[in-house]
């Protein structure tokens, strides 16, 4: 009896050395595509957010080409993996809809972050910033170097791409009221990948000669664009701006192929991804009028459809693209 003892006391000894001193929380960063510097960004803020916090490990993952499908594919590995919460950036709003919600009876948290799904998919979604302010912005960048009006064209990234459908809709509607010189000519798709971007560049210079200004509300379309802008010997003739990440873009504000462009931090919000994530995670509730903690970026209330914005975009241009160009 005393030798069972001693045996059944050294076993339950042994388990608690292997085990961990607490439970991690795994939260998976899913982004619209790998290989995208934006996002490359987000997941720094993530790690950042997961050190803080101290008991969250990140996965950050997403598919090589920006698909519903290939999303698809990723998520249900995560659900496999049996993760605590997943983050994600959609290529559709509503494609995904199935797989998060499979998902979500698995027991996992979901929201989305930068591109939306649609409210049956997910607990929560966070905006960059508000809707209406990025239409507006991303119009004004070019007004403002337009003091005669002129036509301008939108480069967007996926037809499908909640967040950039948004925005466009919102610059339309500013047009009229704000911007009325503005003519907006067309709208085209670049599926956030450079070959294509380039493509749908050079087929709106060719066909429009009285182009004056290319909006990319997308970190690939818009340095696509300012790369055919500058290879076509265009600049002082059509202005190049939307949103880009100062490190990629810098060479075009100094080359003068752009006058300015916008956007929000990355890092920041990837790293309010994660406190969002790991939240609900720990029994907080997603509901309309809820406040929720995003660490040192502040705190953000989810409106009626339990979304909410983390913050406005930022501008960068010859005066200050140097400085943001060393930290994102």
């Given at each position: 009896m005393k030798l069972f003892k001693l045996l059944a006391a050294t076993?339950?000894?042994?388990?608690?050395?292997a085990a961990p001193a607490y439970a991690q929380t795994r939260i998976a960063l899913v982004v619209k595509s790998l290989g995208n510097g934006f996002f490359d960004a987000a997941a720094r803020g993530a790690e950042e957010a997961a050190a803080e916090l101290g008991?969250?490990?990140?996965?950050?993952?997403?598919?090589?080409?920006?698909?519903?499908?290939a999303q698809i594919e990723v998520v249900n590995s995560l659900i496999a993996q049996q993760v605590d919460?997943?983050?994600?950036?959609?290529?559709?709003?509503?494609?995904?809809?199935?797989?998060?919600?499979?998902?979500?009876?698995?027991?996992?948290?979901?929201?989305?972050w930068d591109s939306g799904v649609a409210p049956e998919g997910r607990q929560l979604h966070l905006n960059p910033s508000d809707v209406d302010l990025?239409?507006?912005?991303?119009i004004k960048l070019a007004a403002d170097y337009l003091p005669e009006g002129g036509d301008v064209a939108i480069l967007s990234a996926a037809s499908t791409a909640t967040n950039q459908n948004a925005w466009i809709e919102a610059a339309k509607a500013v047009?009229?009221?704000?911007?009325?010189?503005?003519?907006?000519v067309a709208v085209v798709y670049g599926d956030d990948d450079s070959v294509k971007s380039t493509e749908e560049a050079r087929g709106l210079i060719a066909a429009y000669p009285d182009l004056k200004a290319i909006i990319a509300p997308t970190?690939?379309?818009v340095v696509a664009a300012a790369q055919v802008v500058t290879d076509q010997n265009l600049i002082g003739?059509?202005?190049?701006?939307?949103?880009a990440l100062p490190s990629e873009f810098k060479q075009f504000i100094d080359n003068g192929a752009s006058q300015a462009v916008a956007l929000w931090n990355p890092i920041d919000l990837g790293y309010s991804a994660v406190y969002l994530a790991k939240a609900l995670v720990d029994g907080e509730e997603a509901a309309p009028g809820a406040t929720f903690s995003i660490g040192r970026v502040g705190e953000v209330t989810l409106d009626d459809t339990n979304s909410a914005a983390m913050a406005a975009p930022f501008q960068f241009d010859a005066s200050n693209i140097e400085e943001f160009s060393k930290i994102y």
């Open positions: 076993a339950a000894a042994a388990v608690l050395l008991d969250v490990e990140v996965i950050y993952t997403g598919p090589t080409a920006a698909t519903a499908e919460a997943i983050a994600i950036s959609a290529n559709d709003p509503d494609a995904l809809v199935p797989v998060l919600q499979r998902a979500q009876e698995r027991g996992i948290k979901v929201i989305s990025i239409g507006e912005t991303i047009i009229p009221e704000k911007f009325p010189n503005i003519n907006l970190t690939v379309g003739k059509i202005n190049v701006t939307g949103l």
